[in-house]
Every structure is written in structure tokens, then in C-alpha cells.
């Protein structure tokens, strides 16, 4: 069993729509929560930090269910910029990160 | 401030020989780590290091070796490459380890 699991998409979302998407982990021990964006051939970089009261950063939603050990994350009013896949990530206590295999998000006009 | 810088960006390379990827920090930052990225996946976790000693391996084979040095640069060193070793090779830096980490903008490795 992987880790951290991620439906691997595509999901395809008009513009304007609103989309979300989870992940679950595995270990329990995990101390660290986030959501990276990768646009193709880059690097991934940081989206949010999630913690288990909930966040949110603009047009993101990201929440986080410790008992049940999933992360979920909601874009609302998705923007043509939005499609990318994202990846979500657990840490242990020393910050090896631990990703899944990513969502794939495709935002047409 | 500059961000994680990774050198070479590309590198092309025949079966049987080594490489060597650098990585250096943000500023200030003394927690490095090393993936690996395949077509389709998400990247793996291959070394961290944090003040300069090793505090995690992945399930990778010992031709892979990293240092981190007293500047909290880091290398890593790949030996006897083979084909499946063809990927974007990773670098992040974090303040300390788990919190939030911040990728270069990676090696991509073909190995014909």
C-alpha cells in the first residue's frame, strides 16, 4: 500500500467551477501537511500548509481529518492558471516528505 | 534572496558512469533533501540531511550517495548509472525539517 494515495485525475473542470479533491495517508505518526502545485516539467512548488482546523488562501480550501487520515483541498471560481497537478504531502518529524502520485487539474474556457 | 539553486539544470550521461548534482540552500535554511521524479510519479524521497549528517534514506540503492557540506550545500552522487536512473532529481531546503520545503528547480538526468 503507498503511503499517500491521490485519485491521478484528470479531473476537468469548466472556468468558474469549483473543484476538490483528497488524499489519504497512511501512517498516523505523520506530523506535517501540505499541497504542492507542479506545473509540467517544473519543479513543484509550495501551495498551502494544512492544518486540521482548516485553512484558506484566496480561492483555496485545504483541510485536513487527522482520525480518518485524509487532506483535502477545494478551488473555487477555477482560473484557466489553476491547471496543474497537485501533490499532496505528509512529513515525518525530521520532514522527509512523502508524496503522492499527484491529481491531475484541467481548467477549460 | 536567491531560492534553491540545482546544478547542471541537464545532464545527459552513458550507462556505467557517475554523476555528481548540487544543490545549494536558501539562506539560513540547514535541512536538504534529495528526490528523485519519473515521468508520472510523485517524486521520491532518496536523502535528508540537516547540520550536515544524514537523518533519512529512502529505498534506494547504495550506487546513490549524498554529502551535505559546511555551508549546507549539498551533493548528490550517483554511480554506475543505469537507465532506469533517468529522471528529474530533486533538491529542497527547509528551515528545519518539517517545516515547509522549498524545491530547486531540478536536474533532469538522461542516461542513454
Known amino acids: 500500500r503507498k503511503e499517500v494515495e491521490q485519485d491521478p485525475g484528470p479531473f476537468n473542470v469548466p472556468e468558474g467551477a469549483t473543484v476538490a479533491f483528497n488524499c489519504t495517508y497512511s501512517?498516523?505518526?505523520?506530523?506535517?501537511f501540505f499541497w504542492y502545485r507542479q506545473d509540467c516539467r517544473k519543479e513543484p512548488k509550495l501551495l498551502m500548509s494544512?492544518?486540521?482546523s482548516g485553512n484558506e488562501d484566496g480561492r483555496f480550501t485545504a483541510q485536513l481529518n487527522r482520525a480518518s487520515q485524509y487532506i483535502s483541498l477545494l478551488i473555487r471560481d477555477s482560473k484557466l492558471s489553476d491547471s496543474a497537478t497537485y501533490l499532496c504531502?505528509?512529513?515525518?518529524?525530521?520532514?522527509?516528505?512523502?508524496f503522492g502520485a499527484g491529481t491531475q487539474v484541467v481548467v477549460t474556457p | 534572496d536567491a531560492g534553491v539553486t540545482q546544478s547542471p539544470t541537464h545532464l545527459i550521461k552513458t550507462r556505467g558512469q557517475h554523476v555528481t548534482l548540487r544543490c545549494s540552500p536558501i539562506?539560513?535554511?540547514?535541512?536538504v533533501s534529495w528526490y528523485q521524479q519519473v515521468l508520472g510519479q510523485g517524486p521520491q524521497f532518496i536523502f535528508q540531511?540537516?547540520?550536515?549528517?544524514?537523518?533519512g534514506r529512502g529505498n534506494f540503492p547504495d550506487r546513490f550517495s549524498a554529502r551535505q557540506f559546511p555551508n549546507y550545500s549539498s551533493e548528490l552522487n550517483v554511480n554506475a548509472l543505469l537507465l532506469g536512473d533517468s529522471a528529474l532529481y530533486l533538491c529542497?531546503?527547509?528551515?528545519?525539517?518539517?517545516?515547509?520545503?522549498?524545491f530547486g528547480q531540478g536536474t533532469r538526468l538522461t542516461v542513454v
Open positions: 529542497a531546503s527547509s528551515l528545519v525539517g518539517n517545516t515547509e520545503a522549498f
Open positions: 501512517n498516523s505518526a505523520s506530523q506535517s
Open positions: 494544512v492544518y486540521s
Open positions: 504531502v505528509v512529513t515525518d518529524s525530521w520532514g522527509k516528505l512523502q
Open positions: 539562506s539560513g535554511h540547514k535541512s
Open positions: 540531511y540537516y547540520e550536515k549528517e544524514e537523518r
